[in-house]
């Protein structure tokens, strides 16, 4: 499940808006200088959508699934739990800066074909299940608020390493990344993202390669990829508050993203025979904020 970028970009900006509850001359607060005086405060964010994707990363057929989200700040530690990925910001954000250092630990729970059931493709399901991977490791990052079109967007890149513990892959993914969030109301705002996949070889193989044994049962022919880039993904998202404003009650969310399977893993059977290199990801939902 590849929901993460899609929500986790607007909701690790906001909560990192400096407070301002309003401007030097006293005058009443402008939506944006609202928009940071309430994500100043302690907040819960839960809820859950429909996601469009594809059967396995590198599939060409599609289906749709439910992914649940929690998204909080507590004394200016934040955290997300977006579909099978969960991370913790061990640096607490700082109500008087306009710079957010980021630095904690991440967990995915990769369930790539690890359901037969969920992959149209007879060739691919017949390459066998993987089994559940956990895939543990940490993320650091920088951000800053006020760029180009208001005091209050945020620009921030980060990288993080995770490494499989489960003996599924036994291997690493490495993931930089750039998002760009800016408020346009109390109700709206929008996100842009960019980020990139390194795999292990242990990856490559794992997902991507296909051995002599799975090259009879399947048809499709041997091959070993190796380490190395394996996507590119480019993404957006909006969200609108149904009840008031962004910083509490309901609100509706929506995104997408476009991914370019590279490489090694882009000439991959799997993607190059049975699949396709051009993946798509949108998801719709709801969320409450209180």
């Not at 904690?104 to 089994?131: C, H, M, Q, Y």
């Not at 967007?153 to 690493?172: A, C, E, G, I, P």
């Not at 993404?235 to 090694?264: C, E, I, P, Q, R």
């Amino acid at each position: 499940m590849r929901l993460f970028p899609i929500l986790a970009v607007l909701t690790g900006a906001l909560t990192a808006t400096p407070s301002l509850a309003q401007d030097a001359t006293g005058a009443p607060p402008s939506p944006d200088q609202a928009i940071a005086a309430g994500l100043a405060k302690d907040t819960l964010t839960i809820g859950g959508g429909g996601v469009y994707l594809p059967d396995y990363e590198g599939s060409k057929d599609y289906r749709f699934t439910a992914a649940p989200a929690a998204i909080g700040s507590y004394k200016g530690f934040n955290f997300q739990l977006i579909g099978n990925r969960f991370n913790l910001d061990l640096i607490p954000d700082s109500r008087h800066s306009n710079y957010d250092f980021q630095l904690g630990p991440v967990v995915v729970v990769n369930f790539d074909r690890e359901t037969l059931s969920d992959i149209d493709d007879p060739r691919v399901r017949a390459l066998g299940k993987l089994g559940t991977a956990f895939e543990v490791g940490g993320f650091v990052g920088f951000g800053k608020t006020g760029i180009i079109t208001s005091p209050y967007d945020k620009l921030s890149v980060s990288v993080s390493y995770r490494h499989d513990l489960s003996n599924v892959s036994d291997s690493n993914v490495i993931t930089p990344s750039i998002n760009y969030l800016t408020p346009l109301s109390l109700k709206a705002a929008v996100a842009f993202f960019a980020s990139a996949d390194h795999v292990g070889t242990g990856y490559a193989r794992t997902y991507f390669g296909v051995t002599p044994q799975q090259s009879l049962a399947s048809g499709l022919p041997v091959y070993y990829p190796n380490s190395g880039w394996k996507s590119f993904t480019v993404g957006g998202l909006a969200t609108y508050s149904l009840t008031g404003n962004l910083l509490h009650g309901f609100k509706a969310v929506a995104g997408g993203t476009y991914t370019t399977m590279m490489g090694d893993v882009g000439n991959s059977p799997l993607i190059r025979i049975a699949g396709s290199g051009n993946q798509w990801l949108g998801a719709v939902g709801l969320a409450y904020t209180f």
